[in-house]
């Protein structure tokens, strides 16, 4: 199985500061099948990228993504207090689909 | 707008069964997409378990496989899942969420089950 993993464990921000989040996979992610998630305290991972670079519905565009083959990236441009969390890469272009083991984003 | 929920009981025996149900509202479960099950525990992170489509078409985790079962309910707009011969190792937060384009797209709230005696 391909196996993502995620740079840095942690991430110390303030507001307005931007925000880079790191993914390696083990092997080529097929056709650049490659998913973010933002998942808050007590709530459900919500979906933020699809296809390593295209916005999910309402995702606002401070959020960004990119990369290709092996490495890929999660940017927010300027981080507002809503996007403290926790932040995962998910691969679905070979089964089994596979989670990084997560950045989280706090306050400096 | 689409939804989903998970239900089941929270606390399972060893060696039991767990079952979960994820009921689909705002859209239909038959709508070409699929639906699949995710669980998250401290130790192992997010995990992906398997999934359905609607013509009952399955795909499993391999580390899973061998107790692992997807079903949907099309009557019901629901799909399930049952995990056979539990262990401590599968007390875990289970979502379910629906596919889209190969990525999670929408997620249930999560129901914890916890495996205890």
New interface residues.
Partial sequence: EIVLTQSPGTLSLSPGERATVSCRASQSVYSNSLAWYQQKTGQAPRLLIHGASRRATGIPDRFSGSGSGTDFTLTISRLESEDFAVYYCQQYGRSPWTFGQGTKVDFK | QVQLQESGPGLVKPSGTLSLTCGVSGDSISSGNWWSWVRQSPGK????IGEIFYDGTT?Y???LKSRVTISIDKSQNQFSLKVNSVTAADTAMY?CAKV???????????TMVTVSS
């Fill in positions: 992170g997010l995990e992906w795909t985790n391999p580390s979502y889209n384009q190969g990525a999670f797209e929408i997620w249930g709230q999560g």
